[in-house]
């Protein structure tokens, strides 16, 4: 199994880029946008934790940044109903950390921002993958857990002011690096600054 990649980035796309190893070998490795964001420019030397994927009909490479995305998408991927394509679009849709988040508070409304889930869908794969994402999601958070109220607070009070979650959960991550919120009023006045 290849487990890392390590050359020069060739090509990006916004789904897949293609590595140049130094014997000159060339791989194709579909990433998440969250991870394409992130890629440096064409030429660059680049590394990626990699997990092949292999099925009936494909065989396909997936890269990550961090041993983090990767073990996130491998835990998704262990989800009835969830495929590569999903756990993909999961993971294009949200960062690591958030994504787990979302998993282990049960965050349904969250999940089914992506494309291709719905409620029925948002609230198996949560019930299923709840407990297995607690520690990445504990891990790679910055905030403590008794935040989380006020946090999921805030998005709810953005997304009812009509913004898309995905910019309603952003602002008030970028209103979190302020610091720690004392009310979910404050928190809601910060991310107000961002959008």
Same mark, same amino acid.
């Given at each position: ?23 000159? #070998? ?22 990626? &934790?990699? @997990?092949? #994927? ?6 396909? @490479?997936?890269?990550?940044? %961090?041993?983090?995305?990767?073990? @996130? ?30 998993? *282990? ?5 969250? @999940? &089914? ?8 869908? *948002? ?7 709840? %407990? ?5 999601? #504990? ?29 309603? %959960? ?26």
């Amino acid at each position: 199994m290849i487990s890392r990649l390590r050359g020069t980035l060739l090509s990006r796309a916004s789904d897949r880029v293609e590595i140049e190893t130094p014997g000159g #070998v060339v791989y194709e490795v579909e990433v998440p946008l969250t991870v394409f964001q992130r890629l440096p420019a064409p030429g660059s030397a680049v590394e990626l &934790r990699t @997990l092949q #994927v292999v099925t009936e009909t494909s065989v396909a @490479l997936y890269g990550f940044i %961090d041993d983090v995305e990767r073990t @996130l998408f491998q835990r998704l991927l262990t989800a009835s109903g969830v495929g590569a394509r999903l756990a993909l679009a999961m993971m294009s849709a949200y960062s690591a950390d958030r994504l787990a988040r979302a998993l *282990a508070e049960k965050d349904t409304v969250a @999940l &089914r921002q992506v494309s291709g889930v719905g409620r029925k869908k *948002a609230e198996k794969i949560a019930l299923e993958l709840a %407990d297995r994402v607690a520690d990445l999601a #504990v891990a790679a958070s910055g905030e403590g857990r008794a935040e989380a109220p006020i946090t999921h607070a805030a998005v709810q009070a953005l997304v009812a002011l009509g913004y898309s979650f995905a910019d309603a %959960d952003e602002a008030v991550r970028l209103a979190l690096e302020e610091g720690v919120a004392g009310s979910t009023d404050e928190l809601l006045r910060r991310a107000l600054a961002y959008r």
